[in-house]
């Protein structure tokens, strides 16, 4: 290899969602020189530290001469300063490219081979491209249990991980996902920690969804807590309600997860991987899977759910963790709440035992703490239920999570949307369903989650008489344009909520379903 040349850093301010990408001047000597073109790979060396990047070309007036732009994930994973001097050559070989082929022409691949693609993402060297041919290669049913465990294992050790010698079992639970409002999870970690049990609940922040755990909790409280701080608050309480990404935990599995929600794509043995994976480097042992099942949740039907229930077990023995699957009512949106600050409020509505708690919500968090309380001591579900109940209702596990929110940072009040609009309905009849992903996409539309105050407050459940003129729901934002606009996709989707008619239209096309737009 020759010597190259050096070229100075230029932060371009450029976001590209983790891919790297670097930027030179079409008239740059090196490109010239070495045959540089828009979508090349290249290797960049800045001091001990080198990235494989995918080269684009910007005219001289973006660039001065003599300088190389780097996407901000680029610019951070390699360490740079305004000063940094870089060299850049083409990409060597990645070996593990081979074993991609291999699994596309739809080979199995051995420990050794996943094992080295996964390092290999982890270290940048691959393209956005090549991300996405592995993960449609291994999706429809094409990594079989030995190849998922192999995947575990393999992302386990490109991150950082959890041990916990102190505590001989250490708990954990996860929901498949793809039911709105289904934020059980700060309730059941309230319950069963103020049972004493251990778990240092980590949690991703949405991917396809309005809200994940973590945006929510992060409404109530800070979730991005370093190393030593997440330690702290599980040797001062015995559990933690905290963000993943600050912790390093499966850190490749961010970088496929981003690639997966472009495709939309989410394969079993992949997502049996991703969920263990983290659950196993924060140092669990005994973990709780919770699989709602619906004709528009993430699992369609009961054999689905039945389907990847064996995969988690199958690649669970392998690894040495206990594994408990539960299916659950996945037919509508839990709680009142979609999007983060109206879940929080449905989560303190419950630790709080209001009146007027999302009845659902709370059951559904019972039932699931009840599941771990009955891996914890092999007690009947009955009992493992009435004493879950019995935390809940007396205030232990109020305390419990105000505990746990203190030593995080302290408990922060929950902000409301300064624009709403009242979905209503056009029908006197009853509510026959909801579909669950296009009321989590209205959500999303309103700004949700990246506005937490956006989202929805139901005001309906499956099974409800409806009158003409009633609200549905209501609709939040935080800007009257997102409002607008989340509006504009209600009124092209009315059929999301099935309300079986009961006589004709009472409120006619002109009045817009009676909506009424309204400052907060």
Not at 249 to 256: A, E, F, G, H, K
Request: net charge negative; proline share 5%.
């Amino acid at each position: 290899m020759t010597r190259a040349l050096p070229l100075t850093a230029y932060r371009m301010g450029i976001d590209t969602h983790e891919e790297p990408i670097v930027f030179m001047r079409k008239d740059c000597a090196i490109c010239r020189a070495e045959g540089y073109t828009a979508n090349t790979r290249l290797q960049i060396s800045a001091g001990q530290r080198t990235l494989i990047a995918t080269l684009n070309t910007v005219s001289e007036t973006i660039l001065p001469q003599g300088y190389i732009g780097f996407s901000d994930s680029a610019w951070e994973f390699l360490g740079l300063d305004e000063h940094s001097v870089v060299h850049v050559h083409h990409a060597p070989p990645v070996p593990s490219l081979s074993a991609l082929r291999k699994k596309i022409y739809g080979h199995r691949l051995n420990t050794l081979e996943i094992s080295s693609i996964i390092g290999d993402i982890g270290q940048r060297r691959y393209s956005d491209i090549e991300v996405a041919s592995f993960l449609t290669a291994c999706a429809g049913g094409r990594l079989d249990a030995a190849e998922t465990t192999a995947l575990t294992t393999a992302m386990i050790n490109n991150g950082n991980r959890l041990h916990w010698p102190e505590y001989t079992r250490v708990f954990d639970k996860h929901c498949i996902g793809g039911l709105p409002g289904n934020r059980t999870t700060p309730i059941v970690v309230a319950i069963v920690s103020a049972a004493g049990l251990v778990i240092p609940k980590t949690s991703s922040r949405a991917i396809t969804s309005p809200a994940g755990t973590a945006d929510t909790m992060e409404v109530l409280t800070n979730v991005d807590l370093p190393l030593a701080q997440l330690r702290n608050v599980i040797t001062r309480t015995g559990a933690c309600l905290a963000a993943g990404g600050e912790v390093g935990l499966s850190p490749t599995d961010d970088l496929l997860i981003r690639i997966e929600r472009a495709l939309d794509l989410d394969s079993e043995g992949q997502l049996v991987a991703s969920v263990l994976s983290k659950k196993m480097a924060a140092g669990s042992t005994h973990i709780l899977i919770d699989m709602p099942v619906g004709p528009t949740a993430k699992l369609r039907t009961p054999q689905q759910a039945a389907d990847l229930e064996s995969l988690f077990h199958a690649v669970a023995g392998n690894l040495g963790v206990e594994v408990r699957c539960v299916q659950t009512d996945g037919s509508q949106a839990v709680g009142w709440g979609i999007g983060p600050a109206e879940e929080a409020r449905d989560v303190l509505s419950v630790l709080h035992n209001e009146q007027h708690a999302p009845a659902d919500l709370k059951e559904r968090a019972l039932f699931l703490a009840a599941q771990l309380l009955c891996m914890a001591d092999e007690t009947s579900d009955a009992q493992a239920y009435r004493n879950a109940r019995d935390l809940l209702e007396s205030g232990e596990a109020l305390q419990q999570f105000l505990n746990i929110c203190e030593a995080q940072g302290g408990l922060r009040e929950i902000p409301t949307a300064s624009h709403h609009i009242e979905l209503r309905s056009t029908w006197d009849g009853h509510l026959r369903g909801m579909d669950n992903r296009r009321l989590a996409h209205l959500a999303k539309v309103a700004g949700a989650p990246s506005s937490p105050e956006a989202g929805l407050r139901l005001q309906v459940k499956v099974g409800d008489s409806i009158r003409a003129g009633q609200a549905l729901a209501t609709l939040l934002a935080q800007t009257p344009g997102e409002l607008a606009y989340a509006r504009e996709y209600y009124h092209q989707n009315r059929d999301l909520f099935d309300v079986a008619p009961a006589n004709t239209p009472a409120i006619t096309e002109g009045n817009r379903d009676g909506d009424r737009d309204s400052n907060r």
